[in-house]
Nanobody, 127 residues
């Protein structure tokens, strides 16, 4: 059983940066597609970013393009989400997700496409 643990959330002023990390226990993400989702209070959960297992393909929701970057960490069992130029509307609980899938270009976009999910980390951006 894979367990995902997010870290790096916190409180930051608008325009600042945060780096979220997701670590898996028990195995590497070598053949996993990875994703980040978020849910703000009173809103539906939404897709943020995804990375194919090969790293050759990434996808982002329009509101974070040019500001957020998803990548594999130095350790094979981590994935990071670098968030720059943060805005108050980025405030949410951020969740990491993983799906075992060997297709090099495949990036799952839906929550239910994934197999494993973390418990979430809070990101709060003050104005």
């Amino acid at each position: 059983q894979v367990q995902l643990v997010e870290s790096g959330g916190g409180l930051v002023q608008a325009g600042g940066s945060l780096r979220l990390s997701c670590a898996a226990s028990g195995r590497t993400f070598a053949n996993y597609a990875m994703g980040w989702f978020r849910q703000a209070p009173g809103k539906e959960r939404e897709f943020v970013a995804a990375l194919s297992y090969s790293g050759a393909n990434t996808g982002y929701t329009d509101s974070v393009k040019g500001r957020f970057t998803i990548s594999r960490g130095n350790a094979r069992n981590t994935v990071t989400l670098q968030m720059n130029s943060l805005k108050p509307e980025d405030t949410a609980v951020y969740y990491c997700a993983a799906k075992p899938d060997g297709r090099p270009w495949y990036i799952p976009l839906l929550w239910d496409d994934y197999t494993y999910w973390g418990q979430g980390t809070q990101v709060t951006v003050s104005s």
